[in-house]
């Protein structure tokens, strides 16, 4: 798994790195999700960076917007926050993005933002980056024939991911 190697090499860097579980697809939603993650709050500081893919980036959105501090950076990675049209997963989802999200809080605790998408994902659709880059007010960066930025796109590993990260570090 991409995080899997992501987090070794972070770690033979001397960083800790903290990789939550959260129930999925059963108990899918932003509450149980939030109680999975009161664990890790503790370790939210002005050094940490959150890195997010798929529906994740919502749900620290979420966890941002309770922040009474803000962290270093976030990576959100084929990120969206209104629904896909897309049945099999919107039901899903719609607990995370169906919900106003305060802005500017966010953006107050949070230094900086990086979202990355792919202009060829099949599942969201690059105007989905597009509309989260605009709220946090930062830059769109888009990989082209990247799919979903995970292994079934072939990304046994996601370098540019790692190097973004390192320089943050």
Aim: net charge negative; with cysteine.
């Amino acid at each position: 798994k991409i995080i899997d190697k992501a987090k070794k090499e972070l770690e033979k860097l001397g960083h800790s790195v903290y990789v939550p579980k959260f129930p999925t697809p059963e108990n899918q939603s932003l509450g149980p999700w939030l109680q999975a993650f009161e664990e890790y709050e503790k370790y939210l500081d002005e050094d940490t960076i959150v890195v997010g893919h798929s529906l994740v980036p919502a749900f620290l959105l979420s966890v941002l917007e309770g922040l009474s501090h803000p962290v270093k950076a976030a990576f959100f990675v084929s990120g969206f926050i209104s629904l896909l049209g897309n049945p099999d997963f919107d039901g899903l989802n719609e607990s995370f993005i169906m919900k106003p999200f305060s802005w500017k809080t966010i953006r107050n605790n949070c230094k900086k933002f990086y979202v990355i998408n792919s202009a060829t994902d099949p599942y969201v659709p690059l105007a989905k980056g597009e509309e989260l880059a605009k709220f946090l007010h930062t830059d769109l960066i888009v990989l082209k024939n990247a799919g979903h930025i995970n292994t079934d796109s072939g990304f046994a590993r996601f370098d540019f991911l790692l190097k973004k990260i390192r320089e943050e570090l």
